[in-house]
């Protein structure tokens, strides 16, 4: 489980963040990165901006 506060904090402290970026400095599995980006991303948290194929590029959404 990816601890919201952290991750939040890792989003906003850099330029774009991808799953297995998010995943190593949280200390998480990439999948449970990968799933608490995806619903961060429909709350509208954050948002995705590029990337391919699976390997897309987050940043939090401007508030």
Sequence with gaps: MVNEQQAMKIIQGSKVVT???LARQ???KISAANRFL????IKGTVKKVGGYSGHHLYQ????
Aim: hydrophobic residues 45%; without cysteine.
């Design 38 to 41: 995806k619903e961060a991303a």
């Design 60 to 63: 939090a959404a401007s508030s």
């Design 19 to 21: 799953v297995q970026d």
């Design 26 to 28: 949280t200390g998480v």
